[in-house]
Each structure stands twice: as structure tokens, then as C-alpha cells.
């Protein structure tokens, strides 16, 4: 399937994400949910320059479609989409203020009752991991147990 609609959905997305301050640059990534597994951005690649082809086909075995490489953090889409049935999209940021709080690598508290959109009392920090790795993918995961947010570590 070609998901036009969506991938044009996904990129004007990807575009208001850098309108509002919520990436800079190559930064961040997408994915939605698709019957063959998820649409993802491609690696390396501004959203002003992104177009709706760009976007890569994932399969949950890791193997993709597509012209480009997808996102280095594919694994930790696939790992939400594979434990997550729910989970129809993961949206990776990386706002100013979202990374500065990931460099104390600390859970963020109720401090504010939008916490609750994260889906429990605290926003989890994982511990620090290289970009694109399993292990970051399942620490993702792991943060992410009974959350609808995480931090990343220095990320």
C-alpha cells in the first residue's frame, strides 16, 4: 500500500513539530501504525525538505521499504508498536526544554497537571544509552510501562 493521505499527514506534521520549537534541525521522529507494520521518517533528513515518498515502510522484523533509511531510532518505534497494540503513532522530540530536563536524568514529578497526559503520576527519564541501540529501545520501553511519555537521557 502507498498510504498517500498519511505520509502527507505525517510530513505536514514533522513541519508544524519545527514550526512550534519542538525540533531542530535532523532531529525527532514519526511513526504511524500501518496493516504492514509503520510508516517512519527517514534518517538524517530536514522536514522542509521531506517529501510524502521519503517516509519508510517498517515491518516489525526490522526490515523496511523505501528509498531512504528510516529513522536510527526505528527499533524503539518497533518496540512500542510490537507491545503497544493501542499505540497507532510515536511522536520522538527534541524541544529545548524536553532535552535540558533529560541532561538531569531525572523523573519529572507532578509538578503540573499536564503531567497527566503522559498517563501516570511522573514523566520517566531512562537511563543514558547511545542513540539507534536495543538497549535504548528497551529502556524506552520500559519508561514507557503503564506511561504514555518518556525522557531519554540526555537526548
Known amino acids: 500500500m502507498n498510504h498517500a493521505n498519511l505520509r502527507?499527514?505525517?510530513?505536514?506534521?514533522?513541519r508544524d513539530m519545527n514550526r512550534r520549537g519542538l525540533n531542530q534541525g535532523v532531529t525527532g521522529n514519526i511513526s504511524v501504525r500501518v496493516?504492514?507494520?509503520f510508516l517512519i521518517t527517514p534518517s538524517g533528513m530536514s522536514y522542509d525538505e521531506m517529501e510524502a515518498d521519503d517516509l519508510?515502510?517498517?515491518?516489525?522484523?526490522?526490515?523496511?521499504?523505501?528509498?531512504?533509511r528510516p529513522s536510527s531510532e526505528w527499533r524503539f518505534h518497533r518496540d512500542i508498536m510490537a507491545k503497544r497494540p493501542e499505540v497507532g503513532?510515536?511522536?520522538?522530540?527534541?524541544?529545548?526544554?524536553a532535552s535540558t530536563l533529560s541532561c538531569l536524568?531525572?523523573?519529572?514529578p507532578a509538578v503540573h497537571y499536564m503531567i497527566v497526559v503522559g498517563g501516570g503520576n511522573s514523566?520517566?527519564?531512562?537511563?543514558?544509552?547511545t542513540y539507534g541501540t536495543q538497549a535504548?529501545?528497551?529502556?524506552?520501553?520500559?519508561?514507557?510501562?503503564?506511561?504514555?511519555?518518556?525522557?531519554l537521557a540526555n537526548h
Open 89 to 97: 503513532s510515536v511522536a520522538h522530540m527534541h524541544s529545548m526544554f
Open 123 to 129: 514523566i520517566r527519564c531512562t537511563p543514558y544509552h
Open 105 to 108: 536524568r531525572m523523573d519529572i
Open 35 to 37: 496493516p504492514e507494520g
Open 56 to 68: 519508510v515502510i517498517m515491518r516489525l522484523d526490522g526490515s523496511h521499504e523505501g528509498k531512504r
Open 8 to 14: 502527507g499527514e505525517i510530513v505536514a506534521a514533522c
Open 136 to 151: 535504548l529501545a528497551d529502556s524506552a520501553l520500559k519508561a514507557l510501562e503503564d506511561r504514555n511519555a518518556c525522557l
